[in-house]
Nanobody
């Protein structure tokens, strides 16, 4: 059973930085696409960033140039460095692991970590 555990959320001011981490256990996820999604109150869950096993990255337009996703396959972790945060970044952030060939079967989510940007 794969488990994803997020950490690093919190309350910050506009313009601040925050680093989220996600640790996976139960299975080596080096071959999986890892990603971060977020859900703000009243909104649907949306893609923030993904990174493939080869290191290719994809970002939502709203975070390009501010957020950086990275992974450490040896540690089975994925991180999201968030800079220049603003109020629109306030949401619950979820870690995701998805098998590139069988995403309908092997698709895992963490419990989420709250990020609040407020002055």
């Amino acid at each position: 059973q794969v488990q994803l555990a997020e950490s690093g959320g919190g309350l910050v001011q506009p313009g601040d930085s925050l680093r989220l981490s996600c640790a996976a256990s139960g299975r080596f996820l080096g071959g999986y696409t890892m990603g971060w999604y977020r859900q703000a109150p009243g909104n649907q869950r949306e893609l923030v960033a993904t990174i493939t096993s080869a290191g290719s990255t994809n970002y939502a337009d709203s975070v390009k140039g501010r957020f950086t996703i990275s992974r450490d396959n040896a540690k089975n972790t994925v991180a999201l460095q968030m800079n220049s945060l603003n109020a629109e970044d306030t949401a619950v952030y979820y870690c995701n692991a998805r098998h590139p060939l069988r995403p309908g079967i092997f698709n895992y989510w963490g419990q989420g970590t709250q990020v609040t940007v407020s002055s």
